[in-house]
């Protein structure tokens, strides 16, 4: 999506590199920085090409590891440095380098300070809104619906109302998952809301896709149903 919205706002090509986590440790001794030298390298050489912007997003940062060798080992005790100094010599105003992780906590302070990767964007559970937005992405007009007696549009709308009341109304099918109870004997709900997430919605849609076609091949009748979502959810 950056990729996509930068070619558009600079007219020019976007060449994107996605470094899973894990790809640059190596178990030998300075192989892992290696690695990483030869990457940057590799983006240093992109980026002289005129008119491109090179993006690189470095998915899960928190595997990148930590300059403490007594918390990480030698190996990553020594893979932080090379990798902090090689984010310094980029001297290209068109490399622009993406990092994300689900362990904020577990980031190098060096790693995130002004001048690396200083601006941070905390991205929390989607509202209902925001939840509708991302089911839109999914379950799309042109897949096989139950009757609701509406256009396509409106029959894929009514099929996400349906399960966003359950998952994010107060007393929604699906909106209490769990109780926790303390050693004091309180007891705190969990609901889908704190734990919704755009991975699970979109799991959630793939799962009642395959419920459907496993149906349809069966004999049975296709198209996904409110059941089918809600079991989905459940899950």
């Given amino acids: 999506a950056v ?17 899973p986590p894990g790809s640059h440790r190596v178990m030998w001794f300075g192989e892992s920085e290696k690695r990483i030298r030869e990457l940057f390298q590799a983006i ?17 940062m928190d595997h990148l590891g930590s300059r403490d060798h007594q918390a990480m080992g030698e190996v990553d005790a020594k893979l932080m440095p090379c990798f902090l100094q090689e984010v310094d010599n980029i001297r290209n105003g068109r490399v622009m380098l993406i ?5 904020e906590s577990r980031l190098d302070e060096a790693l995130i300070r002004p001048g690396r990767f200083g601006a941070i964007h905390r991205v929390g559970r989607p509202n209902r809104e925001q939840a509708r937005q991302i089911f839109s992405c999914h ?15 409106e029959a894929a ?6 399960a966003l009341a359950a998952a994010y109304a107060p007393n929604g099918e699906l909106s ?36 459907v076609c496993d149906r349809a091949l069966a004999g049975g009748p296709p198209g996904i149903s409110s ?9």
């Fill in 44 to 60: 240093l050489a992109a980026a002289e090409v005129p008119g491109r912007i090179v993006l690189v997003f470095f998915d899960d």
């Fill in 227 to 235: 059941a089918d979502l809600m079991g989905a959810l459940a899950a």
């Fill in 3 to 19: 990729a996509e919205y930068l070619a558009r706002a600079e007219g020019g090509e976007v060449k994107a590199y996605k470094v």
């Fill in 99 to 103: 990092g994300a992780t689900n362990m």
């Fill in 157 to 162: 709308q009514a099929l996400i109302g349906e």
């Fill in 139 to 153: 379950l799309t007009p042109d897949l096989p619906l139950t009757d609701h007696g509406a256009p396509p549009a």
């Fill in 176 to 211: 209490t998952l769990a109780t926790l109870t303390f050693r004091d004997n309180a007891k705190k709900p969990v609901t889908a809301a704190q734990v919704m997430s755009g991975a699970l919605i979109a799991s959630a849609v793939n799962r009642a896709k395959r419920r």
